[in-house]
């Protein structure tokens, strides 16, 4: 539980070599898959960006942020390329819900996703390394999305990248418990005409 409790995210500016070895990254991935899976329907894949695609994937970043914003400064240009070149593991985590299934509707496909992402950043966590998720508009982005295969029937949830943590990493405030645990002793009965969700 110490562990656990311990993990946060860490900024990609704070994060550099050694990422994780092949063998810890592939545990990573098994952690991955032991996300509850209704149906066993795998609803999302991952995407491990190589080496010679991070330049490549660094200028669509900057095109992307030069589409919405014509003058960058070279701080901004350098951030989107950090972005993309920093990690030493880059992930691209893609849900693939089917759509109209007749027992395992789209949202608890993509609640599914969602637990397998936290599993990614638990077991980098775990195994000593920073980790974070970042989409934004890098995600929504179609010359993104198609340069790294990304069908227009998934969704692309975001970037995780995973490193050794090189510099103190600032840490986020924890939801209260009470602001996101209750307790009912007793049901409030309230019943509908209308009694299945449609
Ligand atoms: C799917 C997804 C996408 C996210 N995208 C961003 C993002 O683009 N920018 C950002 O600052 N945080 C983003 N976050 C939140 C961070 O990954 C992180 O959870 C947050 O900073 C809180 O840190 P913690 O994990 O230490 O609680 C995203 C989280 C999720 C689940």
Known sequence: ?????????????????????????????????????HGALRPWRLIEIGNEARPQLAQLFIDGKRR????????????????????????AFVARPIANHPTVPAVEQLASAGAAMQLVLVAAH??????????GARCADRNVMASLQIGEDEI????????????EPRFGKRPEIHQVVSKM????IELREEATVV
């Open 1 to 37: 539980m110490e562990a656990l409790l311990a993990r946060h995210s860490v900024a990609v500016k704070r994060l550099g070599a050694p990422g994780p070895s092949a063998a810890e990254l592939l545990s990573i991935y098994e952690a991955a898959t032991t996300a509850p899976d």
């Open 68 to 91: 919405s914003q014509s003058e960058l400064s070279a701080a901004e240009i350098e951030r989107e390329r950090e972005k993309a070149v920093r990690p030493p593991v880059l992930l």
């Open 126 to 135: 775990f195994l000593g390394y920073g980790a974070i998720i970042l989409s």
């Open 156 to 167: 692309f949830l975001g970037f995780i990248s995973i490193g050794s943590i090189v510099d």
């Open 185 to 188: 002793e007793r049901l409030k």
